[in-house]
C-alpha cells in the first residue's frame, strides 16, 4: 500500500469482490490487485487493489445482508484523454446503469456519471484543455 496514503476507500461487496477488482484492474492504466485472502468459501476475506495508481480495499459480506453502494459516494476519475474517458464509460456502462450520459458539460470536455454492474458509482471527467492566448 502506498504509505503516503493516510485514507483508503473500502468496499464491501455482496459476493462480488474478486469480480469486481479483476473487472477494474482490467479498466484502467496503472492498476492491479495487489493481495487477496479468501475465506475457505472462496469470498474474500480482505484484499488490496490498485487503481490508476491509487489504493483501495475490499470485502466480501460474510453476514449475507444486502448492503448496497449508492451514488450518494462515487469514485471520480480524472481522464487523460478522450480516447480513455470513451473507452472506460462503454466498459462501466454495460449491464449497469447510465446516470448522466457521457456529454460537453459547462465544467469539462466530456463528463459522465455511472453505476457500474457491482453496484458502484463513477464520475468520469475529461477538463477542458485550456486554449493559449
Avoid at 42 to 65: C, E, P, S, W
Avoid at 67 to 72: D, R, V
Avoid at 111 to 119: I, S, T, Y
Wanted: glycine letters at 4%; a negative charge.
Amino acid at each position: 500500500m502506498n504509505s503516503d496514503q493516510k485514507i483508503t476507500t473500502f468496499f464491501m461487496f455482496n459476493g462480488m469482490a474478486e469480480k469486481a477488482m479483476t473487472f477494474y484492474s482490467s479498466i484502467f492504466e496503472d492498476s492491479k490487485i495487489m493481495n487477496m485472502v479468501h475465506h475457505e468459501d472462496g469470498t474474500v476475506l480482505h484484499a488490496t487493489f490498485m487503481l490508476k495508481g491509487q489504493t483501495y480495499m475490499a470485502i466480501d459480506n460474510v453476514n449475507r445482508d444486502d448492503h448496497p453502494f449508492s451514488p450518494a459516494m462515487s469514485l471520480f476519475v480524472a481522464c487523460d484523454s478522450e480516447e480513455e474517458i470513451d473507452r472506460v464509460y462503454d466498459k462501466l456502462s454495460v449491464d449497469g446503469t447510465v446516470l448522466m450520459s457521457l456529454e460537453e458539460s459547462p465544467f469539462s470536455e466530456k463528463f459522465a456519471w455511472v453505476e457500474d454492474r457491482f453496484g458502484v458509482s463513477w464520475q468520469l471527467n475529461l477538463s477542458r484543455v485550456e486554449e493559449d492566448i
